[in-house]
């Protein structure tokens, strides 16, 4: 059953959209709050997004920003009372997959998760391999030859990072940029230090040390 989260502070809006879901076949879950939502989605579960903008703690086009730069490529609607070109621009360029102005009927709300769904079915996949390495999108799990490995919010963005460019060296640039964004310092060491967390996870050969460059994930292919 696919489990929809409601990120929405305003109870009568919540009651609404999560009725029909129900009615609909949907399994919900709600938040609040961004940091509410953000540790729901960090916890794994959830296979699309419904985002009001307006949150009581921070800009839901914050809590965007922050889902997808831990690498998740969760379908996020926005649910709206902002109808400005220059906002949705915004939520398009950050990730945003589609968008709702209130006030909407629920039929539009359903429609409009159908769709997502169906793309998301269509163009991503729900699985990556290589190299003996198994990681589930939806569920946010890994399997390593055929074991189940509790891998962090992070670690988990970082090895999906190594899978889908398995075989390519990618930089500590690039790693710090696609999985931390640009709020840390490029003279950190936490790449590093992720890197020795997933070969302790993965397998200390499944990730080299290409001198001068950065990492590659090794396929064995």
Same mark, same amino acid.
């Given at each position: 059953?696919?489990?929809?989260?409601?990120?929405?502070?305003?109870?009568?809006?919540? &009651?609404?959209?999560?009725?029909? #879901?129900?009615?609909?076949?949907?399994? +919900?879950?709600?938040?609040?709050?961004?940091?509410?939502?953000? *540790?729901?989605? *960090? *916890?794994?579960?959830?296979?699309?997004?419904?985002? /009001?903008?307006?949150?009581?703690?921070?800009?839901?086009?914050?809590?965007?920003?922050?889902?997808?730069? &831990?690498?998740?490529?969760?379908?996020?609607?926005?649910?709206?009372?902002?109808?400005?070109?220059?906002?949705?621009?915004?939520?398009? /360029?950050? =990730?945003?997959? /589609?968008?709702?102005?209130?006030?909407? +009927?629920?039929?539009?709300? #359903? *429609?409009?998760?159908?769709?997502?769904?169906?793309?998301?079915?269509?163009?991503?996949?729900?699985?990556?391999? &290589?190299?003996?390495?198994?990681?589930?999108?939806?569920?946010?799990?890994?399997?390593?030859?055929?074991?189940?490995?509790?891998?962090?919010?992070?670690?988990?963005? #970082?090895?999906?990072?190594?899978?889908?460019?398995?075989?390519?060296?990618?930089?500590?640039?690039?790693?710090?940029?696609?999985?931390?964004?640009?709020?840390? /310092?490029?003279?950190?060491?936490?790449?590093?230090?992720?890197?020795?967390? #997933?070969?302790?996870?993965?397998?200390?050969?499944?990730?080299? +040390?290409?001198? =001068?460059?950065?990492?590659?994930?090794?396929?064995?292919?």
């Amino acid at each position: 059953m696919t489990n929809v989260l409601i990120v929405e502070d305003e109870e009568r809006v919540v &009651s609404f959209v999560r009725r029909g #879901l129900t009615a609909a076949g949907y399994a +919900t879950s709600t938040a609040g709050t961004g940091r509410e939502a953000l *540790a729901m989605l *960090a *916890a794994g579960g959830v296979e699309l997004v419904l985002l /009001d903008l307006g949150l009581p703690d921070m800009n839901g086009l914050d809590v965007l920003a922050e889902l997808r730069r &831990s690498g998740s490529t969760i379908p996020v609607i926005a649910l709206t009372g902002r109808d400005s070109a220059r906002d949705l621009a915004v939520g398009l /360029d950050s =990730g945003l997959d /589609d968008y709702i102005p209130k006030p909407f +009927t629920f039929d539009e709300v #359903l *429609a409009r998760i159908r769709a997502r769904l169906r793309d998301r079915e269509r163009e991503v996949p729900t699985k990556l391999e &290589s190299g003996g390495v198994v990681l589930d999108l939806l569920e946010r799990r890994a399997k390593v030859d055929g074991h189940n490995v509790e891998l962090s919010s992070r670690e988990f963005a #970082l090895a999906e990072e190594f899978l889908r460019h398995a075989g390519r060296v990618l930089s500590r640039e690039q790693l710090l940029s696609r999985v931390w964004g640009y709020d840390f /310092d490029p003279g950190s060491n936490i790449v590093d230090v992720y890197v020795r967390y #997933l070969r302790a996870k993965l397998g200390p050969d499944r990730i080299r +040390t290409v001198r =001068g460059e950065g990492y590659r994930f090794e396929s064995g292919e």
